[in-house]
């Protein structure tokens, strides 16, 4: 989640190539008014052709407790929806990471809500602070501080955390030095207001909302502390909420999850069709762990030179590119690729472009500014040391990586505000959907997110694996259950399996 869904495939998206801003909002329905806070979204052309996606950009406060003091600016899309007759209201894209942007979500998935949908919804999306167009802060990282498959606070070789540990510290002594009050903002609670804002922006008295990963923990914040703008929630593979934790909650759920998916992987890159591909691991699936795990080992011990100058394959690099290959079936052949290059002798791997590279500064101070900012995270170097340990034993896949410490133990000035616990209280408008093998918020976490929710929610078990069921990694049976609830509000009676 994205740092479960974010650290990984969301970060990797984060960029401002979409970002445009743009120009006049055509008519939206039912608003609440006509006055200014409408009409400062001035509404340009911007994604990819043949869309109809707009682009704006919308100011809101950098610190909501001085709302007229200095000011941020978020980049916000839309796709209307164009079926004046049948539309019923707004639809909110609501990315995962933290780190990823909204507007290029709307563009990728776009096309399919268009599709689905039927004109429904407006479509609308932004780019949370930190992220893509929107307003940025930066820590002024070295290079080697930047690379995801550091950032990610993989334990040595030997299971040694002391790098990891310096690392830490000296990342979080650097984003107090130069982040400043732009770094300060990177909050989940600030990212439930900024909505709010942009629903008023909209001239809305409730929006339908899509959140991913990350974003259903931002959805559900945002039911909990605006349950009278909301319509209709769906909240796509979630995570466990617990207040105390959050984020280094999200990261441990991790290990489980690339144990529940890893069989998904297997079964794939052992099945006789991979013979004619070049892409057979091995003949049986039950042998395609064993390789992986005695290769990363390989690499821990000497790391092969790769595409990318300076940069080998490395056994944590491997681990790094397992982990994010699991969101997708689609991944598994850049992974099995990546399996086969590390493994054949004069053969040069060719890194995911994801960790061949350095992150933009910007990207890499949204990775640990809103996780960092939201709670404090609990535990002495010394306990870090003894649950790596513990964790490399049981889960070999992710060797520790999510049990280990991270630049938020260090972390100058603490929580920006207290955690809001998640209750069952409000209107029952929640519709999850979650997948049995999630790689990031693994079934057993979400579980959580439901019974935090109570009767506001009804859950639908996808058995499938992958990270972000709806028209994605799901399965026909999931797909139609979401649709139906957000064209007619109708959910399962209890909760389902698809």
């Not at 909240?235 to 690339?258: C, E, F, I, N, Y």
């Not at 990586?401 to 603490?414: D, L, Q, R, V, Y």
């Amino acid at each position: 989640m994205t740092t479960s869904a974010g650290l990984a495939l969301a970060l990797a998206l984060s960029s401002a190539a979409l970002a445009v801003p743009a120009a006049g909002p055509a008519g939206v329905s039912a608003p609440v008014s006509s006055g200014s806070s409408s009409a400062a979204l001035a509404w340009e052309k911007c994604g990819p052709e043949g869309l109809r996606q707009e682009c704006a950009t919308l100011t809101v406060p950098l610190d909501y407790a001085e709302p007229d003091g200095r000011q941020a600016t978020l980049s916000v899309s839309r796709i209307l929806s164009g079926r004046p007759e049948a539309r019923r209201g707004v639809l909110l894209v609501v990315p995962g990471g933290p780190g990823g942007s909204g507007v290029q979500r709307l563009s990728a998935k776009g096309p399919a809500l268009v599709k689905e949908l039927g004109g429904a919804y407006d479509l609308v999306a932004f780019d949370p602070r930190g992220v893509g167009g929107s307003m940025k802060a930066d820590c002024g990282l070295a290079d080697e501080d930047r690379h995801l498959v550091n950032l990610r606070s993989w334990p040595a070789a030997d299971g040694s955390i002391d790098v990891s540990v310096a690392r830490s510290r000296r990342i979080a002594e650097a984003c107090a030095r130069n982040g400043g009050a732009e770094l300060r903002s990177l909050t989940t609670a600030n990212q439930v207001r900024d909505m709010d804002r942009l629903r008023e922006a909209l001239g809305e008295r409730k929006v339908s909302v899509w959140g991913v990963s990350y974003g259903t923990y931002v959805t559900a914040q945002y039911a909990q502390k605006f349950p009278r703008h909301t319509d209709r929630l769906v909240l796509d593979s979630s995570a466990d909420p617990d207040p105390r934790t959050v984020a280094q909650g999200w990261l441990r759920g991790m290990a489980r999850g690339a144990e529940d998916r890893f069989s998904d992987f297997a079964a794939w890159a052992a099945h006789p069709d991979r013979a004619g591909e070049g892409l057979r691991l091995a003949e049986r699936a039950e042998d395609v762990r064993p390789l992986v795990l005695d290769l990363a080992a390989r690499l821990d011990r000497e790391p092969k030179p790769s595409t990318t100058p300076g940069v080998p394959l490395t056994g944590n690099l491997l681990r790094q590119a397992l982990q994010m290959a699991l969101y997708s079936d689609s991944q598994f052949e850049g992974f099995a690729r990546l399996v086969q290059q590390a493994g054949t002798p004069g053969a040069k791997p060719v890194l995911p472009p994801a960790l061949s590279g350095p992150m933009p500064g910007s990207d890499a101070a949204v990775t640990v500014g809103v996780i960092c900012n939201d709670v404090k995270w609990r535990g002495s170097v010394r306990s870090y040391e003894r649950a790596v340990a513990a964790d490399r034993a049981a889960y070999p896949l992710t060797a520790g990586m999510p049990a280990n410490i991270t630049p938020c133990s260090f972390w100058k000035g603490g929580p920006v505000e207290k955690p809001t616990r998640l209750t069952d209280e409000g209107p029952s408008n929640i519709l999850m959907i979650q997948s049995l093998r999630d790689p990031s918020t693994p079934h057993s976490e979400g579980l959580k997110m439901r019974r935090a929710l109570g009767a506001k929610a009804r859950l639908v078990s996808v058995d499938h694996g992958g990270h972000g069921m709806y028209l994605g990694n799901g399965n026909a049976c999931g797909d139609r259950t979401v649709t139906r609830f957000l064209l007619t509000g109708e959910r399962p009676a209890t909760d389902v399996g698809c």
